[in-house]
């Protein structure tokens, strides 16, 4: 069999980008002689992560559309066809055997495209609502990867494989908590809370840690905090509270999933995947501000089956102390969240998706 190619195209934010890494890294694994190419949005952070991983990248000028009307909206018809000329070129010339879309607009120019000259495509939808890229390429897509149940009213049933999403290979054998412990340079006898606002860091859930300090901190408890680059210079100054670490990003999720107790998340899709391998109980505060809603359904999910405590933006004011202080000191609710979280974990997510595009190939 020849060596094949795989472009692999998805970002815009860590969620649509890591699915995208770990698939290429287990695709290699498979076919060490194999041919990658990656497509990605100019000026997102593909263009700097998906180097750092190894695998060569072209960036397409390409955005979402807006909520309110703006300047870059009326932008965006032009940006499509000249992403579509481009995603044309890019096909015609690296001859890929399957184009696989992890999401994002510039998934859509490419696996529109590769469509188009007959390529196999494969869609791996991570939310359980699916963004609009996806459901306007699935009528065309050979395999759609699914982490979610009951999506047969967004794409046809004959089409879709639940695989789960890819996660961190690292997470998949816990690491030691003393070890964490010493990482983080914590005191083993408190509560070790885990605050994580996504790859790109949110807003409400920093303001919401910095009104909510005193109180975290009375509850015996001690922060990890991630605060995303965004917001470094502005939380920085934490540092110098005893029992508060503020980072831009974690490099060693594994140790700081390890050192938790609890965990205050949003409930991007990865996240969510992370978080059911990891088990630790957790409170999902979904952005209210990202397409379709699509945060709230993926919490919603997990919080109906008792995997996890849902509270929204709009009520974290009148909630969010009652219910912190009843998970930190319960501890039979936390050890029941773990158990139904774990339940929901696809730790061979990234395995079944390369053996459906293996089928493809072969």
């Known amino acids: 069999m020849k060596q094949p190619k795989f472009i692999i195209s998805g970002g815009g934010t860590g969620g649509h980008i890591y699915p995208a890494v770990a698939i290429a890294n287990e695709l290699k694994a498979r076919f ?21 991983a190894g695998y060569h990248i072209k960036g397409l000028w390409i955005a979402g559309l807006q909520r309110k009307l703006t ?12 992403s579509l000329i481009k995603s044309f070129f890019i096909v015609q010339r690296f001859k890929p055997d399957v184009v696989i879309g992890t999401g994002g607009f510039a998934s859509g120019a490419v696996l529109k495209v590769a469509s188009l000259f007959g390529i196999p495509t494969v869609i791996q939808e991570q939310n359980s609502y699916p963004g609009i890229t996806n459901k306007l390429l699935a009528k065309k897509a050979h395999v759609i990867c699914v982490a979610y149940e009951n999506l047969e009213r967004f794409f046809p049933k004959q089409k879709m494989i639940l695989t789960g999403n890819p996660v961190r290979q690292d997470l998949l054998i816990p690491a030691d908590k003393m070890e964490a412990v010493n990482y983080f340079k914590l005191d083993a006898s408190k509560n070790t809370i885990l605050v994580l606002g996504g790859s790109l860091g949110a ?31 502005e939380y920085a100054k934490y540092n110098e509270r005893k029992g508060v670490q ?17 965990i205050i998340s949003r409930s991007g899709a990865s996240s969510v995947s992370e978080l059911c391998i990891v088990g630790k109980p957790t409170i999902f505060i979904p952005s209210p501000n990202v ?4 945060q709230t359904k993926n919490a919603q999910a997990i919080a109906d089956k008792k995997g996890a405590i849902l509270v929204k933006e709009s009520a974290l004011e009148k909630e969010f102390e009652k219910t912190v202080a009843e998970l930190i000191t ?32 072969n």
């Not at 910095?210 to 680059?229: A, D, S, T, Y």
């Not at 029941?336 to 390369?354: C, E, F, H, Y």
Request: aromatic share 8%; net charge positive.
């Open 32 to 52: 060490p002689e194999a041919k990658f190419l990656f497509v990605g949005a100019k000026d997102k952070m593909e263009m700097q992560k998906v180097p750092q």
């Open 71 to 82: 300047f870059q909206n009326a932008l965006f018809p032009v940006k499509l066809v000249a």
């Open 330 to 361: 319960n501890e039979s609710r936390q050890s029941g969240l773990s158990q139904n979280i774990k339940k929901l974990a696809k730790p061979n997510a990234t395995k079944d998706i390369v053996e459906a595009i293996i089928k493809l190939i």
């Open 203 to 233: 807003r409400r859930i920093n303001q919401l840690i910095e009104k909510e300090l005193e109180f975290l901190l009375g509850l015996n408890g001690q922060i990890i905090w991630q605060c995303g680059k965004l917001y470094l210079n």
């Open 291 to 294: 397409a379709e809603d699509h």
């Open 246 to 262: 503020v980072v831009a990003f974690i490099d060693r999720m594994d140790l700081a999933y390890a050192a938790a107790d609890s």
